[in-house]
């Protein structure tokens, strides 16, 4: 599975962005989906995850209320829509395809990232 994040952009701090993956591959259904970021001199971080049916979803404290999750498998792409976004948000988003799960670890493909910058 090859994904691509885009949608990414510079936003005021209140406003929203929604992020898109596309993945190519027969098998991206079979696949949970989770997104997660980096910001600079930090660690990279869990924003939220979705089982391959999208009946289950799961999210970081940080972003619950303010972001969500969901997929489209007949199109093999991913969202995630950011509300209400905050300074703090800024970072580098990462989509990934591997286990329903909020560990880097348990996902075996990502794609290339897009850049979120919040500004106060």
């Known amino acids: 599975v090859q994904l691509q994040a885009s949608g990414g952009g510079l936003v005021q701090a209140g406003g929203s962005l929604r992020l898109s993956c596309a993945a190519s591959g027969s098998t991206f259904a079979t696949y949970g989906m989770g997104w997660f970021r980096r910001a600079p001199g930090k660690e990279r971080e869990f924003v939220a995850t979705i089982s391959w049916t999208g009946g289950t979803l799961y999210y970081a404290n940080s972003v619950k209320g303010r972001f969500t999750i969901s997929r489209d498998n007949a199109k093999n792409a991913g969202f995630l829509q950011m509300n209400s976004l905050k300074p703090e948000d800024t970072a580098v988003y990462y989509c990934?395809?591997?286990?329903?799960?909020?560990?880097?670890?348990?996902?075996?493909?990502w794609g290339q990232g897009t850049q979120v910058t919040v500004s106060s």
């Open positions: 990934a395809a591997g286990a329903y799960s909020s560990t880097w670890s348990n996902y075996a493909f």
